[in-house]
């Protein structure tokens, strides 16, 4: 799991399954999915087995905002661990070019550095 991520000791069990499910949710306009990208902050999972994420967008005109949270909640779910989902949508703190990862700063040109 990326260091810029709060997750609690539940989350981190599965952290492999949520990376893998993340990884799968795509940012149409810039074609990068949403954990490279850096757009996850925070992921709980208390122990009723509810997963609470917090995600941010590039703006607050980016067309994925009503897309992006239901595949998110699709995916999680796919987990067998998580019953339920929350996605909240934060714009703070904001969202800066530097939270996208190596991987895909080398995937979209961007000196890896």
């Not at 779910?77 to 019953?83: G, W």
């Not at 991987?103 to 040109?109: D, M, N, Q, S």
Request: glycine share 4%.
């Amino acid at each position: 799991m990326r260091d810029d991520i709060k997750i609690n000791e539940r989350a981190k069990v599965i952290s492999d399954q949520l990376i893998e499910k993340l990884e799968q949710i795509y940012d149409p306009e810039i074609e990068v999915d949403i954990y490279n990208l850096g757009f996850i902050y925070e992921i709980q999972l208390d122990e009723q087995d509810h997963c609470d994420i917090t995600v941010t967008f590039t703006g607050i005109g980016c067309e994925c905002i009503e897309s992006v949270p239901i595949e998110i909640e699709t995916a999680l779910l796919q987990i067998p661990v998580i019953k339920s989902v929350d996605v909240h949508i934060v714009w703070s703190p904001a969202w800066k070019i530097t939270r996208i990862s190596r991987f895909a700063r080398i995937a979209l040109g961007i000196n890896p550095g």
